[in-house]
């Protein structure tokens, strides 16, 4: 029932930037942590940015400065916005949610995937 949907990828130049967005929706009643993910051909899927309901954000040590992670908390939405994009950026980005929901309790889900490309 709950769906974490993710949109704004794309293929931009190096120094470009791109700007993703992520909503929870379908049963969802509290949205702990959201935040977003990316694994690039061969690697593990490793943290970009995540941003819980404390406020308190963190971000890789190759985002900061960099990439801006923000939350529309009535929405169930979370943003990324990506400037300054390098090629080692490329990647599939996945957008994380920690979501609990009277029906089943608390639990993570990932969006679909979208799909970054920085050329050079």
């Known amino acids: 029932q709950v769906q974490v949907v993710e949109s704004g990828g794309g293929l931009v130049q190096a120094g470009g930037s791109l700007s993703l967005s992520c909503a929870a929706s379908?049963?969802?009643?509290?949205?702990?942590?959201m935040g977003w993910y990316r694994q690039a051909p061969g690697m593990q899927r490793e943290l970009v940015a995540t941003?819980?309901?404390?406020?308190?954000?963190r971000y890789a040590d190759s985002a900061k400065g960099r990439f801006t992670i923000s939350r529309d908390v009535a929405k169930n939405t979370v943003y990324l916005q990506m400037n300054s994009l390098k090629p080692e950026d490329t990647a599939v980005y996945y957008c994380?949610?920690?979501?609990?929901?009277?029906?089943?309790?608390?639990?993570?889900?990932w969006g679909q995937g979208t799909q970054v490309t920085v050329s050079s």
């Open positions: 994380y949610a920690n979501i609990y929901t009277w029906t089943a309790g608390s639990r993570d889900y």
């Open positions: 379908g049963g969802t009643v509290r949205t702990n942590i």
């Open positions: 941003f819980a309901s404390s406020g308190v954000t």
